[in-house]
């Protein structure tokens, strides 16, 4: 089983500033997603990229894939207490279609 | 409103009790999927369920039993509640197995064994 790696696992900052989070890994995934979950729900999809170097942006955030697909990034910028929420990278490597969960970073804007 | 549904939203059981979770989805996916999410552990696969009338085991399935009813519909039992299955479980679908591009999960389903 691959193991996806985020960091940091907590993040607590002030409205207004920007923030990046990372998920790595030593496979290569052949497609990775980013999730948000809120209290009580289950995780919502951001964005699913597929092609090394990819960037992707919704609004403040900006997704990037690493070249060699073994990483990726989530930026924020301005952050707003509406993008309080746990974080979940995702991929799928190895021939199998079914992608592994990072643990998560757990991020709190405060107003 | 289209999406995954899953009931109950809440249960209590007591150890050795048993129960079925429910899972629908009205998006037409073929794959669907259930997880279990513990704090510190991410979320861990159950079982999976690649297309109607197959099901496979996940990372965690010990304990456990699936039946995938229709297209529509995957469910999961525990025959035999234990605490540690306490835990919050999520169920969820995707288009096509092998192109994956991302889950639409339900709201899950809080479960504590007593």
């Known amino acids: 089983t691959q193991l996806l790696e985020q960091s940091p696992q907590f993040l607590s900052i002030q409205e207004g500033e920007n923030l990046t989070v990372y998920c790595n890994s030593s496979?290569?995934?052949?497609?990775l997603q980013w999730y948000r979950q809120e209290p009580g729900e289950g995780p919502v999809l951001l964005v699913t990229v597929v092609t090394g170097g990819e960037v992707k942006k919704l609004k403040r955030l900006t997704f990037q894939f690493g070249d060699a697909r073994k990483d990726s990034s989530l930026h924020i910028t301005a952050a707003q207490p509406g993008d309080t929420g746990l974080y979940l990278c995702a991929g799928a490597s190895g021939g199998s279609y079914i992608p592994t969960f990072g643990r998560g970073t757990s991020l709190i804007v405060h107003p | 409103n289209a999406g995954v549904t899953q009931t109950p939203k809440f249960q209590v059981l007591k150890t050795g009790q048993s129960m079925t979770l429910q899972c629908a989805q009205d998006m037409n996916h073929n794959s669907m999927y259930w997880y279990r999410q513990d704090p510190g552990m991410g979320l861990r696969l159950i079982y999976y369920s690649a297309s109607e009338g197959t099901t496979d085991k996940g990372e965690v399935p010990n304990g456990y039993n699936v039946s995938r009813l229709n297209k529509r519909e995957f469910s999961l039992r525990l025959e035999s509640a234990a605490p540690s299955q306490t835990s919050v479980y999520f169920c969820?679908?995707?288009?096509?197995?092998?192109?994956?591009?991302?889950?639409?999960f339900g709201s899950g389903t809080r479960l504590t064994v007593v």
């Open positions: 496979s290569v995934f052949s497609s």
């Open positions: 969820a679908s995707s288009d096509s197995g092998r192109n994956n591009y991302g889950y639409t």
